[in-house]
């Protein structure tokens, strides 16, 4: 089976299902690597990838470099503050610069929508999008899928509920992108004024009611609310939202009985859920950064391949 | 003496197209008629094209001073020659800003050095566009600006918008207004609605554009005086302009033709030569622009010519500029998707692109007619052919119609009876 050969993975959109089984599945055996003693692979000997963030990130990045080092890749770190992007080097010079210097994959982080796409046009390198300002995160999404597939067995007819900041979530969006294709079904709750129009049209189902959201679904997924909705008016207060969608173990009785709970973090306490939810026995949130490692792993294998065939 | 022979004429006054012969003297139609047998030392034979007044542009960009990388005088007025315009007016935010009795002259003098079509400056209504203090509008007048404008900078301020509408009036200066109210556009990319979330940019709400065209009709219903609402480009707009002239209102308007040719799922790919402001908009918005044109609510087509460097467009959708270049395909455009598709007769266009927009400006242009300057196209109707913005005159090769098929093409320009395109070639 090679169902993905493509250059890059700037998103879900567009993604077929048979590509979103090869990563998945191929992530299955990134993970037993990555979780076998010697953590150990030479698929990746010989290329080099660098991680481009115009955006803090520790985990994201930390994610994207253990993969690539567990399968014996060079690695480097380029880290630009987010103000210079409009002042300093432009993107497409900065990732011909690194193209010059034999870099195979830019694993590229960026405040703006549609940056990764952009890079992707002008260099040959393989470009993963770690997410494109309020776009899509890609990986977040496949390693989601995985966690899901993995404890329920399948991603057909599961119900997941997406609760949060939706307008600004690029979590939010790859997972709707990817779940639907999947045969997911995806609900979506949130304030209205966090509400991107139509979503519905891309496939979730929208609530306003947290609750029925919640109710008979198999994920919650909560997401990070950023304390800067409330100073731009969108939200009169945390404590308010936190009232309205708070993810909370009274309202997690509406879900099924063993019902998921996941977060992409970094997690408000208390803000979008509760405490004794993360930490709680039907909490996956540290092992979704696990998977995190295996997908990254899988898609590294799975855009480097290409080239590797075309020498071969 | 040149002669324009065989040629399908609208000459902008009758109410029917006629074949005849055009004679033109020393800049000025002498005669028109059939079989006209003069010896003419120059004779272009129209036979089977249409023989127009010369398109008049309301609303350009020039990009000088100040902006030369992007276009200037001479690159420009090539362009619009080339897009089938002999006049055109152009916006005042260079930089300097064209805010001073100085500037007008400036870009006028420039206009008569380098230019090749007849430049009319619009001078900015506020110092600077700041939208702080109004500019000396007298001054401006008698320098020549033939229209006010902060076009690119909307008057926030609905006070000074006001004492700018009713001093305007009292010097009988036209008020062109950019309708935007940018607190509602706040960091918004392209337009609100579906595309903008599938592709995670943040969007602007039709609103930010109808607020404001509610504002200016109500302040100009108010000062019963006239204002000409700039690139209109939603349903909402049309329809309170449409509601403001059955009531009076001495509102004029002008739509762009990527306003009736294109939606925001040309945006898709993060497309920066999709992006423009007003963004683009629906299917539905598209429909009541042509509706609007069709009854008579948007008077005039105007290009909104804006070219940029191809540094302003090659960068993240979010730093990319706004505007697209287009002098080269507003006729094409127009008549592909406006009079292929039945929304208006030939002569409805013609009066949209020469006529209508000329009175709105006052200025003496937009017919053919014996004693008058003699600024004419000809255009091929059958003409199919694939838009190549490499072959554009203008310095921005920023379009999204770049490889598009279109019908009906500019073959000749004069102006002042001098031939300034000959069989697509600008040959000055």
């Given at each position: ?190 304030p209205t004024t966090l509400m991107p129009p139509d979503i519905e049209k891309m496939g979730a189902k929208v609530f306003y009611r947290v609750e029925e959201a919640i109710k008979g679904a198999d994920v919650v997924m909560g997401l990070r609310l950023q304390r800067e909705r409330q100073q731009k008016g969108l939200l009169p207060s945390l404590r308010e939202y936190t009232h309205l969608f708070g993810i909370t173990q009274e309202r997690m009785r509406l879900a099924k009985a063993d019902a998921l709970i996941m977060h992409p973090g ?47 | ?428």
């Amino acid at each position: 089976m090679m169902a993905l050969n493509r250059k890059d993975l700037l998103g879900l959109r567009g993604m077929t299902r048979a590509e979103l089984e090869e990563i998945l599945s191929t992530a299955e055996d990134m993970k037993s690597i990555l979780l076998s003693d010697t953590k150990k692979a030479s698929y990746l000997q010989g290329k080099s990838v660098v991680m481009l963030f115009y955006e803090n990130s520790t985990r994201t990045r930390f994610s994207f470099e253990f993969a690539a080092k567990y399968l014996g890749a060079h690695t480097a770190s380029v880290a630009v503050s987010s103000s210079s992007v409009a002042k300093g080097e432009s993107l497409i010079d900065t990732g011909k610069t690194l193209q010059s210097m034999g870099v195979d994959v830019i694993v590229l982080r960026h405040p703006m929508s549609g940056a990764p796409h952009l890079l992707a046009k002008h260099v040959s390198a393989s470009v993963i999008n770690a997410g494109d300002g309020i776009n899509e995160h890609p990986t977040q999404a496949l390693l989601d899928m995985f966690t899901i597939r993995q404890k329920k067995g399948t991603l057909e007819g599961v119900k997941v509920a997406i609760i949060g900041d939706i307008l600004h979530s690029r979590v939010a969006r790859s997972n709707v992108w990817g779940l639907t294709t999947m045969g997911a079904e995806v609900r979506v709750a949130g304030p209205t004024t966090l509400m991107p129009p139509d979503i519905e049209k891309m496939g979730a189902k929208v609530f306003y009611r947290v609750e029925e959201a919640i109710k008979g679904a198999d994920v919650v997924m909560g997401l990070r609310l950023q304390r800067e909705r409330q100073q731009k008016g969108l939200l009169p207060s945390l404590r308010e939202y936190t009232h309205l969608f708070g993810i909370t173990q009274e309202r997690m009785r509406l879900a099924k009985a063993d019902a998921l709970i996941m977060h992409p973090g970094p997690v408000n306490r208390g803000v979008e859920i509760s405490s004794d939810l993360v930490d709680g026995e039907h909490s996956v949130i540290n092992e979704q950064v696990t998977n995190g490692v295996a997908i990254r792993m899988a898609l590294l294998y799975l855009l480097t391949r290409r080239n590797r065939d075309a020498v071969h | 003496m040149l002669c324009i022979k065989n040629g399908m004429v609208v000459d902008g006054i009758s109410d029917v197209p006629y074949k005849a012969d055009i004679l033109i003297d020393k800049g000025k139609v002498i005669d028109i008629r059939e079989n006209i047998e003069d010896a003419a030392e120059e004779v272009i034979d129209a036979a089977g094209k249409w023989v127009l007044p010369g398109l008049v542009d309301a609303h350009c960009h020039l990009r000088e001073p100040g902006f030369e990388y992007k276009e200037d005088i001479s690159s420009g007025t090539r362009s619009a020659a080339a897009g089938g315009f002999t006049s055109v007016a152009c916006m005042a935010n260079t930089n300097p800003v064209v805010d001073n009795g100085a500037m007008v002259n400036y870009i006028k003098s420039m206009a008569m050095v380098k230019g090749v079509v007849k430049v009319y400056p619009i001078a900015a209504v506020t110092k600077g566009q700041q939208g702080q203090e109004l500019t000396e509008m007298r001054e401006l007048k008698e320098a020549g600006a033939v229209a006010l404008s902060d076009d690119g900078k909307p008057i926030m301020n609905p006070h000074l918008m006001k004492l700018a509408l009713q001093y305007a009036k009292g010097l009988d200066m036209l008020i062109i207004s950019h309708c935007e109210d940018l607190s509602l556009v706040g960091d918004g990319l392209m337009n609100e609605g579906y595309m903008s979330t599938v592709l995670g940019l943040k969007g602007i709400t039709r609103a930010a554009e109808e607020v404001m065209v509610a504002r200016d009709i109500i302040l100009a219903e108010v000062l019963d005086a006239p204002i000409h609402i700039a690139h209109v480009s939603t349903k909402g707009s049309v329809e309170l302009i449409r509601q403001a002239k059955r009531r009076g209102v001495k509102v004029t308007c002008e739509t762009a033709p990527h306003y009736f040719s294109a939606t925001d799922a040309w945006v898709d790919g993060y497309d920066t030569n999709a992006k423009v402001n007003p963004p683009l908009r629906t299917d539905e918005d598209v429909a009541a622009i042509k509706q609007g044109l069709k009854d008579g609510t948007i008077d005039i087509i105007a290009t909104d010519h804006a070219p940029h460097h191809r540094d302003d467009k090659e960068v993240e959708y979010s730093l990319a500029a706004n505007g697209i270049s287009g002098f080269e395909t507003a006729f094409s455009l127009a008549y592909t998707h406006l009079v292929e598709t039945g929304v208006l007769s030939i002569q409805e266009l013609v009066h949209k692109m020469s006529k209508g927009p000329a009175d709105i400006l006052k200025i003496d242009a937009g017919t053919i007619e014996i004693g008058k300057p003699a600024d004419i196209i000809v255009v091929d109707l059958h003409r199919t052919y694939t838009v190549d913005v490499s072959k554009f005159y203008s310095k921005g090769k920023n379009s999204p119609f770049h490889g598009c098929t279109l019908k009906g093409k500019v073959m000749h320009t004069i102006v002042d009876g001098k031939v300034i395109m000959k069989n697509e070639k600008i040959i000055v």
